[in-house]
């Protein structure tokens, strides 16, 4: 079965503190992890896929196999982070690559 | 920058009532999808489209759903009897090529609220 876990629905840390969203997953074959993320009144968007190895908005996100997890970091906080982060997998046997969320974390960055 | 577009933004039904939601992906995308998100929970799958048919289909996505892409540019998710717990926020998506290594782009959303 896939299965995405966000084990925090709310996290907040101050301007300049480093976060961690964590985020786990079950896959029997080999997954894509991407991170997407929902501003204030905006919609869902990609912030980044384990698959380009690239930091966006100073978030990075590495893929851990033994421990099914791909936890989303950055070590300065900064307050236009404030948003929903979901964590999502992809893999299907239908080979249509849905999409499959876990419930998010709402981050806050106080000032 | 091109957009994923849906229409209404919020649908307000009685119960028993068909409603259809419609979506317009980015022009030259190829893959179509429908996500629902109830107030609380989760975002999840419901239906992938590709090639004018549909590719997958979630245990959600019963005979009470259809999809449909009447026009080319249009992709329309239909409930023909709505129920109070389909009330939630339904996404529309694409994507331009092979899923695995492509985004998907996401609407803005419709709110339905069945009452």
């Known amino acids: 079965a896939q299965r995405v876990t966000q084990p925090e629905k709310l996290l907040s840390v101050f301007k300049g503190a480093p976060v961690e969203l964590k985020c786990n997953y079950s896959?029997?074959?080999?997954?894509?992890l991407f991170w997407y993320v929902q501003y204030s009144r905006q919609r869902l968007q990609l912030l980044l896929r384990?698959?380009s190895r690239e930091s966006i908005k100073g978030f990075t996100a590495d893929l851990n196999k033994g421990e099914t997890s791909f936890h989303l970091k950055k070590p300065f906080a900064q307050e236009e982070d404030s948003a929903m982060y979901y964590c999502?997998?992809?893999?299907?046997?239908?080979?249509?690559?849905?999409?499959?969320f876990g419930k998010g974390t709402k981050l806050t960055v106080n000032p | 920058e091109p957009e994923v577009t849906q229409t209404p933004s919020h649908q307000v039904t009685q119960m028993g009532q068909e409603v259809i939601l419609r979506c317009v992906p980015i022009?030259?995308?190829?893959?179509f999808y429908w996500y629902r998100q109830i107030l609380g929970q989760k975002v999840e799958f419901l239906v992938s489209?590709?090639?004018?048919?549909?590719?997958?289909k979630s245990e959600i996505f019963d005979d009470q759903f259809s999809v449909e892409r009447p026009d080319g540019s249009n992709f329309t998710l239909k409930i023909r009897s709505t129920k109070l717990e389909d009330s939630a926020m339904y996404f529309c998506?694409?994507?331009?090529?092979?899923?695995?290594?492509?985004?998907?782009?996401f609407g803005p959303g419709t709110r339905l609220t069945v009452l």
């Open positions: 999502a997998l992809s893999g299907s046997s239908g080979g249509s690559e849905k999409l499959v």
């Open positions: 896959y029997s074959g080999s997954p894509e």
């Open positions: 384990h698959i």
């Open positions: 022009s030259n995308h190829l893959y």
């Open positions: 489209f590709y090639n004018n048919e549909i590719s997958e």
């Open positions: 998506a694409s994507i331009s090529g092979a899923p695995r290594f492509y985004e998907q782009f």
